[in-house]
């Protein structure tokens, strides 16, 4: 039985519009538990990095809630937000724009613990026992990233992430730039970590065999919304949204049947009506058009926001004026 | 399709013997700093007609700088021996005229990035059109316009005349990769080379992109040479892979051969490391260490110094290709000794 306390990020109904009239975020909700991986997949433009800086508060939302341990993420300010932010690190994609070129590793990470008001006498040994724990030495903290390799440089990062004992660390799109025989190390690492240290991860990423692999639970987001909600095993063997279907049959050397997407992504800043992923659906109804489907219980713990999924519709295979009775609502128990 | 009547519509089975592009001891190098730079060391291989091979190979492998090797785009520092046998032309000792005259006609290029290729500032319709006319194939403006939109179509774009009228920032990337291939086959080609063409795309994306060069292949019976770092591209597409690192080719075979029986510890460690459905977090067969860095000079075999299956003479003895089967080769001595034939390390069931 999950309890509140269990839930360490909670976000709920996150809306973003930008300035071109882009939706990048339209009614995301999430949850991150104490100790799993959240991973996000989708495909660019879906809104996933816009919803990662929503909850590291670089980006405002227009409207929703952000709960981080039980606080209230958005109307925090000084003190408050610094202890907030303490406890919830980033790790980029990119560690070679996201580190100072001009600064060795060791001072890099000292400004995070600096920005912390961790006692100046104590950083080298901590710098020393970060770098040694991702799997560098003390003497990589005196390189500058320009001497270090993209697999030394993203570890790096991951100190950094680290320095202030963090409990969630957003990872959007962290080893995506990497070769694959450097990611899969880095990958063994945050789960080293994660085991070791009990810390929760929201892993962004739009490939979708690591994301199978390094995650408790997936959401899949398509044009600003979320679609499906599930386990990282139930997803992968039994997606229950036709762009989960999509997107899995998409990936090279899949199997199974073969669904390709119709045509192309419909432009974010004028998406379809009802359902977004309508226009490139092979299963589109008339409801879809005018309807906008609601994340609903699919089987246990997997949520599907499909007007195939309307259990009226599974039952009676008509009815279109049958409204899903589900609220909107992430998983709040497995 | 009028596109199918060309030149290179009639591929008789002998065709398939005869290899449209041979490559041979291919090395080519740089100076950085004053100092040599060997980004690609002695490359061999061969191209048939309506074949696709792939060059696998992460990050500094060179096999982007065989490719614009092949096309002589490396630029004016470069060092480019061996040769490179178009049909019977050699395109390294070919003068620059000439050379020009059959880049984007009988051999063509698609970039990774459709972004960077195209020109912002002009409409798409004409940049196909100009190459049609630079290359005389089509004489007047109007006979290349209606050819470009027969191109566009031809690459499943669903409303030629809109997308012959827009601007590539108008444009979605998958679509602008398609226009990217569009302008690449526009003459036909003999061989098309493409540099990591779906490495910027969405997944849903890069399968229909994938498709589209199959189906092209198909129809005109052109030569692919892909180059990627992803191998689940390679096993999606290849007829033959060949395995690049540091600079050289280590494993060259039909890529189910290769992919599926690999016989050279890198593609054996590479394929290892890709996440598979079922493996436990944090299981994942690392591979330690990094790939060198472009140009790194080697006594022995490059991979030694990570590779689990090195033994001492590896670290003196630069490794050259052996045959393990008909058309399978592999640079690793340790597994594929004659001593050691049946290796059974990684065979897999048949």
Known sequence: MITRSDVLLDATDLQKTFGNGVRAADGVSLQVRRGETLGVVGESGCGKSTTAKMILRLLKPDSGTITFGGQNLLSATGSDLRALRRRLQLVPQNPQTSFNPRLIIRSSIEFNLRAHNYARS?????????????????????????????????????????????????????????????????????????????????????????????????????????????????????????????????????????????????????????????????????????ERPLLGVAKQAQYVACHLNDPHLRDTTISSSSVLTEPITSSSDS | MSVSAAPTATVPATSAESPVLRVESLSTSFIRRGKPLQ????????????????????????????????????????????????????????????????????????????????????????????????????????????????????????????????YPHELSGGMRQRVAIAIAISCEPTVLIADEPTTALDVTVQAQILRLFQDLQHRLSTALLLVTHDVTVAAEIADRVGVMYAGQIVEYGPATEVLQRPRHPYTQALLGALPLPGMARGSLRAISGAPPVAGTAFSGCSFADRCGAAVESCHQQAPVLITVQRDHRAACPVLNSPSNPADSSKEGSR
């Open chain 1, 122 to 290: 104590g950083w080298r040994d901590r710098v020393d026992g970060l770098l040694t724990r991702v799997g560098l030495t003390a003497e990589h903290g005196d390189s500058f990233p320009h001497e270090m390799s993209g697999g030394q440089l993203q570890r790096a990062a991951i100190a950094r992430a680290l320095a202030t004992d963090p409990e969630l660390v957003v990872c959007d799109e962290a080893v995506s730039a990497l070769d694959k025989s450097v990611q899969a190390q880095v990958l063994n690492l945050l789960a080293d970590l994660q085991q070791e240290l009990g810390i929760s991860y929201l892993f962004i990423s739009h490939d979708l065999s690591v994301v199978e692999h390094i995650s408790d639970r997936v959401l899949v987001m398509y044009l600003g919304r979320v679609v499906e909600e599930a386990s990282a095993e139930t997803l992968y063997t039994a997606p229950g949204h036709p762009y989960t279907r999509t997107l899995l049959s998409s990936a090279p050397g899949y199997t199974g049947e073969h669904l390709p997407p119709q045509g192309e992504p419909p432009n974010p800043a004028d998406p379809p009506s009802g359902c977004v992923f309508r226009t490139r659906c092979p299963w589109v109804m008339d409801r879809c058009v005018t």
């Open chain 2, 39 to 166: 980004a690609v060391r002695d490359v061999s291989f061969e191209l048939r007609a309506g074949e696709t091979l792939v060059l696998l190979g992460e990050s500094g492998s060179g096999k982007s700088v065989t490719a614009r090797s092949i096309l002589r785009l490396h630029g004016k520092q470069a060092t480019v021996t061996g040769s490179v046998m178009l049909g019977d032309v050699d395109l390294l000792t070919l003068g620059d005229a000439p050379m020009r005259n059959l880049r984007g006609s009988r051999m063509a290029l698609v970039p990774q990035d459709p972004n960077a290729s195209l020109d912002p500032l002009r409409r798409v319709g004409h940049q196909i059109a100009e190459v049609l006319q630079l290359h005389g194939i089509s004489s007047s403006r109007s006979v290349a316009r209606a050819r470009a939109l027969e191109l566009l179509s031809l690459v499943g774009i669903p409303d030629p005349p809109r997308v012959f009228a827009s």
